[in-house]
């Protein structure tokens, strides 16, 4: 079997790797490979931190993920001899003000009955363990299963695996004969046939002739990464999330001293970086850790992330021949691991090996028939 893969985000690329683990021979197509939505992501490796009201399908996809990454981190890096950045170091989830606390409380709540292993500290006993972190912090919540990781050093480690296989082009179509697709037509007239495609190409699915029209929407942010001076590091130590005036913002600390500051999100159609986004970002973490305000600015970077109408990302067969894999939305780094497995299994014929049960009808696109037209592969159910 040959499959091509349509897109070099860590859902494509991470697909691909999967697939070639499995004895399938790969082809990823992509003109510009980890530079879209994973090159700006922080890697917050959150399924409690990301609970939030309304969006219970999503609690069990992400703790299953979660338990797949420490399997996937380290076969990956012993596969390509890179170094991921993967930390276990707990996430806080902070208060900036009295009322930015009882939300919090809440939250716990919500977390708590989704099964997740949360606790309410107060903001001194937080700043024992953070003492960066600002007096005007009234309380925080501890999460010790959530985790981080350096998405440019797992694509970086995912394109070193897959060095052979990539083909730096954009796709213009899928080519399809009595509804099934048989292969990609590149903007350069090249046609590249397979046994199976598969379409991870994030919120530009929709610019792909011959798949059916998807509801996605582009979810724009913005993403700074600083450098802390020396006589300050390490700055934090923990992923830092927080509201602030009930605005969520986080900082995330690397391993080798660098912090990734963000959260910004909006649906305006600008590709720009947004002043006031950065502005925001600055003013809400100095209000969590204000020596932040010393550190240098290396990098700003402002992607758009791919949504579904319910956030729950679309993964699921179109027609016999081609598997699409989209909408991950915040969560493509953390839901990677499952997103892969899902998508592979789809390829191989298999019944899913990872997930709770019922996992591709959560996903499936056939949950939007309304506006979603699905070729079904023949004899199939919706």
């Known amino acids: 079997m040959h499959v091509v893969i349509v897109g070099a985000g860590i859902i494509g690329l991470s697909t691909a790797w999967k697939l070639r683990c499995r004895g399938v021979g790969v082809t990823v197509v992509d003109p510009d490979p980890a530079m879209g939505a994973s090159h700006a992501a922080a890697g917050m490796l959150a399924p409690a931190a990301e609970v939030v009201w309304g969006q219970s399908p999503l609690y069990p996809l992400m703790r299953a993920s979660a338990d797949l990454y420490p399997g996937f981190a380290a076969d990956l890096a012993a596969a390509s001899g890179h170094e991921l950045g993967y930390s276990s170091a707990e996430t806080f989830v902070c208060a900036g003000d009295r009322a930015d606390l009882a939300s919090l409380r ?16 107060t903001g001194s006993r937080a700043r024992e363990l953070e003492p960066s972190l600002a007096p005007g912090v009234c309380g925080a919540v501890m999460i010790p299963g959530d985790h981080s990781i350096d998405p440019r050093r797992v694509t970086g480690a995912l394109l070193a695996v897959l060095r052979d296989d990539i083909v730096r082009v954009r796709v213009d179509a899928l080519i399809t004969e009595a509804g099934q697709t048989l292969g990609v037509e590149l903007e350069d007239g090249t046609r590249l046939r397979a046994d199976q495609v598969v379409v991870a190409a994030g919120s530009a699915c929709n610019d792909i002739s011959g798949v059916p029209p998807l509801p996605l929407r582009q979810v724009w942010g913005e993403v700074i990464r600083l450098r802390a001076p020396q006589a300050l590091a390490p700055l934090l130590t923990r992923t830092i999330r927080g509201l602030v005036k009930a605005r969520p913002v986080y900082i995330v600390p690397r391993l080798d001293g660098e912090l990734v500051l963000g959260a910004t999100s909006r649906e305006d159609g600008r590709s720009g970086t947004n002043a006031g986004g950065v502005h925001q970002l600055l003013r809400d973490a100095e209000r969590l850790a204000p020596a932040i305000l010393e550190a240098e600015i290396t990098d700003i970077t402002t992607r758009a992330r791919p949504g579904s109408p319910d ?14 894999s989209t909408g991950f939305f915040r969560h493509g780094i953390l839901l990677a691991p499952l997103g892969a497995e899902l998508s592979a299994d789809l390829v191989c014929e298999r019944a899913p090996q990872s997930g709770p049960p019922g ?6 696109p056939e949950r939007f028939h309304s506006s979603t037209t699905i070729r079904q592969p023949a004899g199939s159910h919706p």
């Not at 809440?106 to 500290?121: H, K, N, P, R, W």
């Not at 956030?311 to 699409?324: A, L, T």
């Open 359 to 364: 996992v591709l009808t959560a996903v499936g």
């Open 106 to 121: 809440e939250l716990v709540d919500l977390q708590t009955t989704a099964g997740f292993d949360v606790s309410l500290i």
């Open 311 to 324: 956030d729950v990302p679309i993964i699921g067969r179109i027609d016999p021949g081609c598997v699409i």
